[in-house]
C-alpha cells in the first residue's frame, strides 16, 4: 500500500500542460488570468482537469476557448474544487481510524501507529454577551491505549481517501467535433491581487528640482505562483466612473481578455477605456504570497516648489446664512508645507501617475539622505499640478483674530475685521499664502485690504505674503455681508 505524507505540494493531470500566463492586476485585489492549456481531445466527449489555477477563482468567470478557431470546442459541463487537502482535512477523513505516524526518537526514525479519536477543527462558540468566537480545538490521539492532545508524530496516510485534490482544480467535460490537440485559452476572474504605486522624490542639498522615481507594488496572495508571466497594470477610479461593481467586474474582465501588443524595453504607459494600462517590460515570476517592486517612471531634473499655506480658521459656506457672533474666531499657530510640482514633459515627466503614496527626501551636507516627509496622491493625468502636504514649518507660525464685528440693527449686514500676522523666524525670507474663508453668507465684500489678495473660489481669498527672515507682516482687512 502506497502512503501518502502530506508534504505533497503539486497534482499533474495526464495530456495538460501550460504555457507562459498573462495577468491583468486592478488596485481593487482582483485580476485576470490569462493562460494556455494544451488539451489532447477525442471526437465527441473528453474529462479533462487543470490543476493550475488559483485558490480564489471565480469560477462563473471561466472562459475556455480554442483561439484559433479551427475546433468546435465547447464546454458541456465544469466543476470547480477549491479545496486541496491539508494535513487537518487529512486527519478529518481518517478520523476513528488508526494510522500510522513518523517520529524521531534518539536520532532514529521510528514508526508507531494511533488511532485518531478526533481531528483538529475550529468551531464557533457564543460568549455571554452573545459575540461568536472561533475555538480551536486540538487534536486527541489514541495511542498504546493512551488518549493524547497531540500528534505523536508526523502522519502518515495510506491515500487521499476521496477524490480530494490536492490543489485547487478545474475539472471540464469537453465535447470537440473531431479528434485534435488544441492550445486553449483559459481566462478567469481571481481575488487575491492587488497592486500599489510609490514615488520617492529626492532634492538635493540645496534648491528645489528633484530626481523622481516611480515604483509599483505587486502582491499575490492567490494561492498560486505564476511562473515567468506577463504582467499588466490598471489604474482609476473605477469606482466613480463604472457602473456597480457586479456589472463593472465583467466589463473590465472582457477589455483585459485582449492581447498586448508586445513587451516593450520599458514600462508602457497607455489610456485604456476609463482607466490607464502600464504594462511591465519583462516577464517575471510571482510567487504566492509575495510582493515584488518594478520600477516604472523615471523623472529627472523635476522642478518643484515649496509653498507655505497658513489658514488660520478652517470653515466653510454651509449654504445658509450664519449669525453666529462667536463663530470663526478660533486661530491655531500652524503654518503648512507643500510642495508642488507639474506633471508635464517639459518639467521631465508627463505621463499619467497612479495614485499612491510620495515621499520626499533630501541630502544632507554629509551626503546622506534624510526624510522630509510624505502624503498620497490621487491618480494624476499629465499637465496636471500636484501638491503634496509634508507638515508644518517649525520657524514660521501664524496667529489670526477678529478685531472687529457689527450686525446692522435694522438692515441686512454684517461687517467684520481680522487682523493674521505672520512670524518668520528663519533665517530666510518666506512667502505665505494666507487663506481665509468667507463663510457667513454668498454675498460678500472686501473692504480696506492691507495687501493683495486673489480669489480662489466663491468663498475663499488667499493673501500672498512676504515675510523677512527675523520678521513679522500683518494682514488686515474688513468683510461686509449682505442679504
Known amino acids: 500500500m502506497k502512503t501518502l505524507i502530506i508534504h505533497i505540494s503539486a497534482c499533474l493531470f495526464a495530456g495538460i500542460a501550460s504555457a507562459q500566463p498573462a495577468i491583468t492586476v486592478y488596485n481593487e485585489n482582483f485580476g485576470v488570468v490569462r493562460d494556455t492549456v494544451s488539451l489532447d481531445l477525442k471526437a465527441g466527449l473528453s474529462d479533462v482537469s487543470y ?36 494535513q487537518q482535512r487529512l486527519l478529518q477523513m481518517f478520523e476513528g481510524q488508526t494510522i500510522r505516524f513518523l517520529k524521531v526518537v534518539d536520532g532514529k526514525e521510528v514508526i508507531e501507529s494511533g488511532k485518531i479519536i478526533r481531528a483538529p477543527s475550529v468551531v464557533m462558540t457564543k460568549d455571554q454577551y452573545g459575540r461568536q468566537h472561533q475555538k480551536h480545538l486540538d487534536p486527541i490521539v489514541e495511542v498504546d491505549g493512551e488518549l493524547q492532545t497531540r500528534l505523536p508524530g508526523q502522519p502518515l496516510f495510506p491515500s487521499l481517501g476521496d477524490d480530494s485534490v490536492l490543489q485547487p482544480t478545474l475539472s471540464w467535460k469537453l465535447h470537440a467535433n473531431k479528434d485534435a490537440a488544441v492550445d486553449a485559452q483559459l481566462s478567469y476572474l481571481t481575488n487575491g491581487m492587488s497592486w500599489k504605486a510609490d514615488y520617492n522624490l529626492v532634492l538635493p542639498e540645496k534648491g528645489d528640482t528633484v530626481t523622481l522615481t516611480g515604483w509599483v507594488s505587486i502582491e499575490n ?32 474582465y472582457a477589455m483585459a481578455m485582449a492581447d498586448s501588443a508586445g513587451a516593450a524595453p520599458q514600462v508602457e504607459a497607455k489610456k485604456f477605456d476609463e482607466f490607464h494600462m502600464y504594462a511591465l517590460p519583462l516577464a517575471t515570476t510571482l510567487r504566492d504570497r509575495e510582493t515584488k517592486q518594478v520600477e516604472f517612471v523615471r523623472g529627472e531634473n523635476v522642478e518643484t516648489t515649496k509653498l507655505y499655506v497658513y489658514e488660520g ?20 499657530p500652524d503654518v503648512a508645507i507643500y510642495r508642488e510640482l507639474e506633471n508635464r514633459k517639459e518639467n521631465g515627466l508627463g505621463v499619467a501617475l497612479p495614485a499612491g503614496r510620495m515621499r520626499f527626501y533630501r541630502m544632507d551636507e554629509d551626503g546622506q539622505l534624510e526624510f522630509t516627509g510624505e502624503n498620497t496622491i490621487d491618480h494624476t493625468p499629465k499637465n496636471e499640478t500636484i501638491r503634496v502636504y509634508l507638515g508644518n514649518a517649525f520657524d514660521i507660525v501664524g496667529e489670526r ?67 523677512a527672515p527675523d520678521g513679522s507682516e500683518t494682514v488686515t482687512y474688513t468683510v461686509e455681508y449682505t442679504w
Do not use: C
Not at 68 to 74: I, K, Q, Y
Not at 313 to 332: E, T, V
Open 51 to 86: 490543476s493550475g489555477v488559483t485558490a480564489q477563482l471565480e469560477p462563473e468567470s471561466v472562459i475556455l476557448r480554442d483561439p484559433s478557431g479551427e475546433v468546435a470546442l465547447s464546454v458541456v459541463e465544469q466543476s470547480y474544487r477549491g479545496d486541496p487537502v491539508d
Open 221 to 252: 496572495n492567490t494561492g498560486k505562483t505564476f511562473e515567468g508571466a506577463k504582467i499588466k497594470l490598471i489604474a482609476g477610479d473605477v469606482n466613480k466612473v463604472e457602473p456597480p461593481k457586479n456589472v463593472r467586474r465583467k466589463e473590465v
Open 313 to 332: 480658521l478652517k470653515a466653510s459656506y454651509r449654504g445658509g446664512m450664519n449669525l453666529n457672533q462667536n463663530y470663526g474666531q478660533n486661530s491655531q
Open 401 to 467: 483674530k477678529r478685531t472687529n464685528f457689527y450686525k446692522h440693527p435694522s438692515q441686512d449686514l454684517i461687517r467684520e475685521t481680522f487682523e493674521i500676522e505672520i512670524r518668520n523666524r528663519s533665517e530666510e525670507t518666506v512667502t505665505v499664502q494666507v487663506v481665509e474663508p468667507l463663510f457667513r453668507w454668498s454675498n460678500w465684500k472686501i473692504q480696506k485690504p492691507s495687501h493683495e489678495f486673489e480669489k480662489t473660489d466663491a468663498q475663499t481669498i488667499e493673501f500672498p505674503v512676504t515675510v
